[in-house]
């Protein structure tokens, strides 16, 4: 048995139950692995362990589902990865609500323009004024003479490069990205 699994079995239980609560709330109950977002337990990774000086704070632990979280032990997610992941959870968590993070996550993954109706698109409000989408108009030919009112929803290049950097753990190119987050 590797030493990792003990590691993760210690991490689980030292951690305070409300404590895990916030850090899973900021997080929006789901791994913080942009290319995961696999919906949460009670799994929290400590960025730096207990026992080199790390706390059991919020600001030190990271919601991981139990894959990544022992993908990460294992040695196959870098350390400065789930650090910038961290950091990026908490400036778009200022910047955005969760769901308008899932949203810019979800239109990535499609790859594709998603048609909606003009109700549709006051959800993306957040990410359309930081660039990251665009909306555009176009008249639907609907049949019998009818017209429909369509909003195509896709994700801009400074989108695109700002989720590549994100999934990368890249921290400075992800923020770089994001002109809101670099001013002030
Ligand atoms: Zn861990
Ligand atoms: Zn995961």
């Not at 704070?57 to 997610?77: K, Q, R, V």
């Not at 899932?102 to 930081?130: M, N, Q, R």
Request: with cysteine.
């Amino acid at each position: 048995m590797p030493k990792n699994s003990s590691k993760l079995g210690t991490e689980a239980r030292r951690v305070p139950l409300e404590v895990k609560r916030l850090v899973l709330h900021e997080a929006g109950y789901k791994c913080s692995n942009p290319c995961c977002r696999y919906p949460l337990t009670l799994d929290v990774h400590h960025l730096y362990y207990v026992c080199e000086g790390g706390s059991n704070l919020a600001d030190n632990l990271l919601p991981l589902c139990p894959n990544c979280h022992t993908e990460h032990h294992n040695g196959n997610i870098p350390t400065e990865s789930l650090r910038a992941w961290k950091m990026l959870l908490m400036a778009l968590n200022e910047a955005f609500d969760r769901r308008s993070v899932d949203l810019l996550l979800t239109i990535d993954k499609l790859g594709y323009v998603e048609w909606i109706t003009g109700d549709g698109v006051p959800t993306y409000a957040a990410l359309v004024a930081s660039d990251l989408i665009s909306i555009e108009r176009r008249y639907v030919d609907a049949g019998l003479q009818h017209f429909r009112n369509l909003f195509g929803v896709r994700i801009t290049d400074k989108g695109s490069s700002f989720i590549e950097a994100w999934k990368k753990g890249d921290q400075r190119a992800a923020i770089g990205a994001l002109p809101s987050l670099t001013e002030g």
